[in-house]
């Protein structure tokens, strides 16, 4: 048995991408190599959410490690997430995605900046698919209380949604400061179904965290606000970002790379007025367990 004395399986969702070959090679280079790797195939793309509920249900290991694969995880990937867990008695950990595509990557340093230090996650710092890790029992609890774990009417956003839900409930998540290679390459059609798939997943958030009233917030955003205390949606700075700005075309190196950036913006938020109407009526969400708990509590 390992120094650690843990068992680890990760599990990788997968159309079968020629990267993925990349994926598992740096995966047989990890310091604290793992003990089951499973690559689920989603012939029928059903989604990352499928995949990665298909993989908790074959795994062995008491901890669950998921990348994707289009990642490559570097060789202390694996015991750096383990030895967060063990430090803190926690539920799971998890860090970044270091862009290699140029207009992601101008995209990501725009964002706000993300804290040097391991550290619990009080902010929704916890969440990139490809790059996480759970104690299997913790995976467990939320399949016996929902019925499944990843939501899989989630097309997008299916790991910041079950983050949310289960710091949400008290789980203990550890951020930490440990960025996966993502080899994603933003063409412009597809950067565009993204972000209004993106927008779409926004609006399933956004209701989920309205209809149950938690007093947290998924991470911090103009919509929701930041931390332990949700705050009003700023919709005029909202409405400002999707409709006519931004106009930040100076983090950008090429000029492309920013418009494709503004179009992205109108995408999201078309896609999020969508949510809006449609989510309501097609999201299956973990109201009804919630609600249950709250009645026999």
């Known amino acids: 048995m390992p120094a650690d004395r843990h068992g680890v399986t990760v599990v990788i969702p997968t159309l079968g991408r020629g990267s993925l070959a990349r994926t598992l090679d740096a995966l047989t280079r990890q310091s604290r190599p793992p003990d089951e790797v499973l690559q689920i195939i989603d012939q029928d793309r059903r989604g990352p959410a499928w995949g990665r509920n298909e993989g908790i249900r074959r795994a062995k290991g008491d901890l669950i490690a998921f990348t994707d694969d289009d990642c490559v995880p570097g060789p202390e990937w694996l015991a750096t997430l383990i030895g967060a867990i063990d430090r803190h008695d926690a539920d799971g950990a998890g860090g970044n995605l270091r862009e290699s595509d140029p207009l992601?990557?101008?995209?990501?340093?725009?964002?706000?900046?993300?804290?040097?230090?391991?550290?619990?996650?009080?902010?929704?710092?916890?969440?990139?698919?490809?790059?996480?890790?759970?104690?299997?029992?913790?995976?467990?609890?939320?399949?016996?209380?929902?019925?499944?774990?990843?939501?899989?009417?989630?097309?997008?956003?299916?790991?910041?949604?079950?983050?949310?839900?289960?710091?949400?409930?008290?789980?203990?998540?550890?951020?930490v400061p440990f960025e996966v290679d993502h080899l994603r390459t933003a063409r412009a059609w597809s950067y565009l179904r993204l972000q209004?798939?993106?927008?779409?997943?926004?609006?399933?958030?956004?209701?989920?965290?309205?209809?149950?009233?938690?007093?947290?917030?998924?991470?911090?955003?103009?919509?929701?606000?930041?931390?332990?205390?949700?705050?009003?949606?700023?919709?005029?700075?909202?409405?400002?970002?999707?409709?006519?700005?931004?106009?930040?075309?100076?983090?950008?190196?090429?000029?492309?790379?920013?418009?494709?950036?503004?179009?992205?913006?109108?995408?999201?938020?078309?896609?999020?007025?969508?949510?809006?109407?449609?989510?309501?009526?097609?999201?299956?969400?973990?109201?009804?367990?919630?609600?249950?708990?709250?009645?026999t509590a």
Request: charged share 20%; with cysteine; aromatic share 12%.
């Open 104 to 175: 992601l990557r101008a995209v990501q340093q725009g964002r706000r900046a993300k804290p040097a230090a391991e550290q619990l996650d009080a902010g929704g710092l916890v969440g990139t698919g490809g790059n996480v890790m759970f104690r299997r029992r913790c995976l467990e609890a939320t399949a016996a209380r929902d019925g499944f774990v990843y939501n899989q009417s989630f097309l997008v956003a299916e790991d910041w949604e079950l983050a949310y839900h289960l710091r949400s409930r008290g789980a203990r998540l550890v951020y």
């Open 196 to 295: 209004y798939a993106r927008g779409i997943g926004i609006a399933a958030l956004y209701l989920d965290q309205k209809r149950l009233r938690i007093p947290i917030t998924p991470h911090e955003s103009l919509l929701w606000g930041a931390g332990t205390q949700p705050s009003r949606p700023r919709w005029a700075a909202i409405l400002w970002n999707k409709t006519i700005g931004p106009f930040n075309w100076s983090a950008f190196e090429h000029w492309h790379h920013y418009v494709l950036y503004w179009l992205g913006q109108k995408a999201q938020g078309l896609g999020f007025l969508w949510g809006l109407i449609r989510v309501r009526r097609t999201l299956h969400f973990r109201s009804e367990s919630d609600n249950v708990m709250r009645r």
